[in-house]
């Protein structure tokens, strides 16, 4: 895999509220293989001119940006919605946000439902629609998100609900094209792979001696799902008992954002 040297804010993004976006560590990387299939698949429902995707880590009220890939898109939009204090923001990726669900614009009918200095930054860099999705895997702890520009057609609901069935295969396809090179990364930064918010939570009572059993009552979850969690944890933190995990996450920091 190679890095791409392009145009790129290097004080990175952030979106003010509940989660924000930290691009400040990301990089733009070239998997021709990921991005030829992504064109040659889902370009096959649902044909675009420009794709952009981004990967990274769930870091509690945070997405930790690792990895930026994109096919023909304007990279230029991204610096030119970036505010002073390093910020970014966008109405439909607040929207995707606060909802979850498929977002989608088509610059010609929605412009007026928008902020007008977005809608006309939108059209500056020639782009005229946009259908988006994401996932945020609570098991793995890694999150995507996939964007697609300039369909020659008028993009609704239907479009929509198309990309949130194909996301979920995006997701995997693109964690075992990354999955790799993220280990060799955290690796090479003596860092643990980063725990979900509930495996923060379960971590600390981990420490305080709780059978997960007793965990699963305080945290009002199923104890399967606990014991799934714990797994989690031990391979994340490459620890090979409950005890071990919690000294590794008090060695690495983990445990400070746990508690």
């Known amino acids: 895999m190679n890095t791409v040297h392009e145009a790129f804010p290097k004080n990175g993004f952030r979106r003010d509220g509940a989660l924000k976006n930290d691009f400040s560590s990301a990089e733009i990387v070239n998997c ?19 794709f952009f995707c981004s990967f990274g880590c769930l870091e509690g009220n945070r997405l930790r940006v690792l990895k930026l890939l994109h096919d023909s898109f304007p990279l230029q939009y991204f610096q030119d919605l970036a505010q002073s204090d390093g910020s970014f923001s966008s109405p439909l990726v607040n929207k995707w946000h606060a909802s979850r669900r498929p977002v989608y614009f088509q610059l010609d009918r929605d412009a007026g439902a928008y902020p007008r200095e977005w809608s006309n930054t939108f059209a500056r860099h020639g782009l005229t629609n946009m ?24 993009v609704t609901q239907w479009h929509a609900e198309i990309i949130e ?17 993220l280990l060799d990364e955290c690796e090479r930064a003596d860092q643990p792979l980063p725990l979900t918010a509930e495996q923060q939570h379960i971590l600390y009572w981990m420490q305080q001696g709780k059978t997960d059993w007793e965990t699963s009552r305080i945290l009002g979850l199923n104890e399967r799902t606990v014991k799934y969690h714990v797994k989690k944890i031990l391979t994340k933190l490459n620890a090979t008992n409950r005890t071990h995990a919690v000294g590794k996450a008090c060695e690495s920091g983990t445990m400070a954002k746990a508690m």
């Open 165 to 181: 069935l194909l996301v979920p295969h995006l997701h995997d396809a693109l964690l075992i094209t990354l999955g790799a090179s």
């Open 32 to 50: 021709p293989e990921f991005v030829l299939s992504v064109r040659r698949y889902v370009g096959a429902v649902l044909p675009y001119d420009a």
């Open 131 to 154: 259908v988006a999705h994401g996932k945020a895997d609570m098991a793995s702890g890694f999150f995507s998100s996939f964007s697609f520009y300039r369909m020659p057609f008028t």
